[in-house]
């Protein structure tokens, strides 16, 4: 009887005290839903989409979604200017979304942890160094100089994913710098360098375990940013190259039908908000789950 009362009153491992945390704000809750969704959708695209995203149906250009008069239900979202299906589209779209966002905050993450442990753990000239090229690339505007790397460079996907990177690294890099300074000066690092621990592990092992919260936080807002700057690039011409069916890019396709055939632009861009809108409140609630002092009241 007083084991089952022990076993009653123990406190909840941290996976449940973490979920039970997250799922008190409702709309993190429904993020996180719609972005399982769209990653479902991304992974299972090839077996989704009913026709190949760039296959051209000369007879049916233009058509309109199936509630407009005129729509047909084989192209229940319509149709593109040369006759691509957009839902196909669309579907194929949020692979390419995914990947770019992902890829970004995998390479970002992974560089902003190594640089901003080298310039806490460092400091002087190594901190100044690091700390200045982030601050240079923060004082120009991230549109302007995505678009100047990608004139460097070339445009197209791959660039696209070095240009954003390179614009959102100076968040990860400062975040994990702050993190790892503010933990240097409590008492358990003290002890682990008494303790004779070397410098790589006190890094990797000591402090930084204690700044994945905020680093996992800026980790899926950083997706959903990634994924913005990408489709701002691909509606300049200067991302993802036709005829790739990223979201971006398809808004550029179809800007001039805007006035004559609303829905060829409607589509990608109605995918793309309530995707940057789904990570984003997914994100809310990471923030609130793992920081216990940022719960709304």
């Known amino acids: 009887m007083a084991t089952e009362t022990l076993a009653m009153a123990a406190p909840p491992g941290p996976f449940l005290a973490f979920w039970r ?12 839903a719609v972005v399982c969704s769209v990653v479902f ?57 995914l990947f770019i966002g992902l890829s970004v905050m995998f390479v970002s993450a992974v560089m902003g942890v190594l ?66 300074i503010s933990e240097l000066t409590k008492d358990y690092v003290t002890a682990a360098k008494v303790a004779g621990v070397g410098p790589l592990r006190l890094m990797l092992s000591t402090v930084l375990p204690n700044c994945l919260a905020p680093l996992i936080v800026q980790a899926a807002l950083g997706i959903s ?36 055939n609303p829905w060829v632009m409607a589509m990608p861009g109605i995918a793309i908000l309530i995707t940057v809108l789904a990570i984003n409140l997914m994100g809310d609630g990471l923030r609130d789950a793992l920081d216990p002092r940022l719960k709304k009241s």
């Open 21 to 32: 945390s997250f799922r008190e704000n409702r709309g993190a809750v429904i993020g996180l």
């Open 41 to 97: 959708i991304a992974v299972f695209a090839n077996f989704l989409a009913p026709y190949s995203p760039i296959e051209q149906y000369r007879g049916f250009t233009r058509l309109p979604p199936v509630w407009v008069e005129g729509g047909n239900w084989a192209f229940p979202l319509g149709t593109d200017p040369v006759g691509r299906d957009m839902l196909s589209r669309i579907l194929y779209g949020s692979r390419i979304s």
């Open 115 to 180: 640089l901003g442990l080298l310039a806490a753990f460092w400091g002087g000239i190594v901190d100044v160094i690091i700390i200045r090229v982030m601050d240079l690339i923060l004082a120009i505007p991230s549109l302007v100089l995505a678009i100047l790397i990608i004139a460097v460079i070339g445009p197209n996907l791959t660039n696209t994913i070095v240009a954003v990177t390179v614009v959102g690294l100076p968040f990860y890099v400062r975040l994990v710098r702050a993190s790892a």
């Open 225 to 260: 940013d990634a994924i913005l700057a990408a489709a701002g690039l691909g509606f300049l011409g200067l991302g993802a190259q036709p005829p790739t069916p990223e979201w971006g890019s398809m808004l550029a396709d179809s800007r001039d039908l805007i006035t004559s």
